[in-house]
């Protein structure tokens, strides 16, 4: 029961950026199963699922923090504290590049496919070069994008909720 308050005491657009950011991350390890499988077609449309859950969160999370509430402080005391900064910083940095690198990501992936295995090889070796660090870096963002979420509003709850 005590769940169920303080899922109620928040804001509904933090529960929904959690699940969106949720199916991201799931999206996300989907297609690199399905292409280390070799099934290209199908990692395209997963990468394409990312893209459109994560816009939704983006903008979602945009609307929250501009319209409903622009902060919330993280109350707990002792060392969880400097964990939670930790991996509140680290996701904020890293999140600011991932717009840009999953979209040119998703461009290169795209021209690679749209121009046939010989033309496109050019394309295809940058997409590769590139999401060899951006795929990781996306992934630790979708994950830990979950994490300040959990520790925020479910396991260590400010109190003005």
Known sequence: MPDLL?????HPLVHVNAALNSLATLLLVLALVLIKRGHEQA??????GALAVSAAFLACYLYYHFAVRLTVRFTHEGPVRYVYYFILATHVVLAMTVPYLALRAAYLG???????AEA????????????RWAYPIWLYVSVTGVLVYLMLYQWFPPADL
């Open 43 to 48: 990692h395209r449309t997963a990468m394409i």
């Open 6 to 10: 303080i899922l109620s005491a928040a």
């Open 110 to 116: 795209s021209r690679s496919l749209a121009l046939g």
């Open 120 to 131: 496109g090889q050019a394309f295809r070796a940058k997409h590769r070069r590139l999401v």
